[in-house]
């Protein structure tokens, strides 16, 4: 099973493939992809939307995981903003027939470190020692896409 996790944001979207196999779990690939944060918010979507294609048809995941919105009373424009992101996110998987499921970031980080609100760190250290990685993934937009998708194999 290929699961394809992303964090969404409008300029920064994390992305990682994990591969598990008899619940063991192997990242194949892990990245961002970037918008021009000067560029009018309808450019940017659809440089996220031609970065998903891109992924998709060259990793070719059989579920994409993605983290449900989150908004915070005190910035809700940021929640509407990735909103827009997210949306083209999900047309992407729609687009190509692939399963989506969706996780609050709590359930995520709860997965991953037992503890619902995990910091970043945190979350990139436990990452680093489940996978066994040299690094700590960097940055927290990687470890934010590998935990979603780790936490969606989990659930299988």
């Given at each position: 099973m290929r699961i394809l996790g992303i964090d969404p944001g409008l300029q920064v979207c994390g992305y990682a493939v994990v591969e598990n196999q008899n619940g063991t779990d192997r990242l194949i690939e892990a990245g961002t992809f970037r918008t021009d944060a000067n560029a009018a918010i309808e450019y940017r979507l659809m440089q996220i939307s031609?970065?998903?294609?891109?992924?998709?048809?060259?990793?070719?995941?059989?579920?994409?995981?993605?983290?449900?919105?989150?908004?915070?009373?005190?910035?809700?424009?940021?929640?509407?903003?990735?909103?827009?992101a997210r949306g083209v996110i999900l047309y992407a998987a729609a687009n190509y027939k692939i399963k989506v499921k969706s996780f609050a970031a709590t359930r995520v980080k709860k997965c991953i470190t037992g503890n619902g609100r995990a910091?970043?760190?945190?979350?990139?250290?436990?990452?680093?020692s489940i996978l066994g990685l040299a690094k700590l993934p960097h940055p927290a937009d990687v470890a934010d896409a590998i935990a979603v998708a780790i936490c969606c194999a989990n659930s299988r």
């Amino acid at each position: 099973m290929r699961i394809l996790g992303i964090d969404p944001g409008l300029q920064v979207c994390g992305y990682a493939v994990v591969e598990n196999q008899n619940g063991t779990d192997r990242l194949i690939e892990a990245g961002t992809f970037r918008t021009d944060a000067n560029a009018a918010i309808e450019y940017r979507l659809m440089q996220i939307s031609a970065d998903m294609q891109s992924i998709i048809e060259r990793l070719r995941p059989d579920v994409v995981a993605v983290e449900q919105l989150y908004s915070h009373y005190a910035h809700p424009r940021t929640a509407i903003l990735m909103g827009h992101a997210r949306g083209v996110i999900l047309y992407a998987a729609a687009n190509y027939k692939i399963k989506v499921k969706s996780f609050a970031a709590t359930r995520v980080k709860k997965c991953i470190t037992g503890n619902g609100r995990a910091g970043k760190l945190q979350m990139q250290r436990a990452i680093q020692s489940i996978l066994g990685l040299a690094k700590l993934p960097h940055p927290a937009d990687v470890a934010d896409a590998i935990a979603v998708a780790i936490c969606c194999a989990n659930s299988r």
